[in-house]
């Protein structure tokens, strides 16, 4: 009984993971803007391309276990049985768990210091035209900048959101999948 539970668990975590990141990496592609007749998209910004590369690996790998997943949970025993693809599961679930949290941690940071960046340009922009007045034309609207870029960066930030509980799930599936573990005692030999 408590494989079945594991199996099923398993199986809805990965469901859910998939989901979570297939979302996160096209919430990514969909991030654009347009200022003063220049696009600037997710593509520009190095750490958004490593955000959506770790959801796309996550999903690939994701899709290839799934269908595993699903014979585990429905026939209680594995597809492929081979003693060593308990541990493989392991492994391959914990490196894709640190290839997204490596993604999480740099996709916050990146946003929110941009946002600081950005905040503070704008800042030194507004006091420059200020002090200048009519003398000075940017070539685009310095608030209009200021609430695009802003939004840029919330997207980035939610599609970060997602990969955090694709992450969220990833890591769960890492515990469970060391449960399937064949657990061997020989420690002095």
């Not at 347009?34 to 955000?51: C, E, I, P, Q, S």
């Not at 799934?66 to 081979?82: D, E, T, V």
């Not at 940017?138 to 960066?153: C, E």
Request: hydrophobic share 55%; aromatic share 12%.
């Amino acid at each position: 009984m408590a494989v079945k539970v594991t199996a099923y668990s398993t199986l809805v975590l990965r469901i859910l993971a998939l989901m979570l990141l297939v979302a996160s990496a096209v919430y990514m592609v969909c991030n654009t803007y347009k200022l003063a007749g220049d696009k600037t998209t997710w593509k520009d910004v190095k750490t958004y391309r490593f955000v959506f590369a770790a959801a796309v690996i996550g999903a690939v790998y994701l899709l290839i276990q799934l269908p595993f997943a699903f014979y585990y949970a429905r026939n209680g025993k594995r597809m492929i049985r081979h003693p060593c693809l308990p541990q493989f599961d392991f492994y391959a679930d914990k490196l894709i768990s640190y290839i997204l949290a490596t993604a999480v941690g740099a996709g916050f940071a990146a946003s929110i210091e941009l946002k600081e960046v950005v905040d503070s340009v704008v800042a030194l922009l507004s006091l420059i035209v200020i002090a200048l007045g009519s003398r000075i034309n940017l070539g685009f609207d310095i608030d209009q900048f200021h609430s695009k870029v802003d939004k840029f960066l919330d997207r980035g930030i939610i599609a970060t959101v997602l990969l955090t509980l694709g992450f969220a799930c990833m890591a769960v599936i890492s515990v469970l999948s060391s449960l399937n573990r064949p657990h061997e005692r020989k420690y002095f030999g």
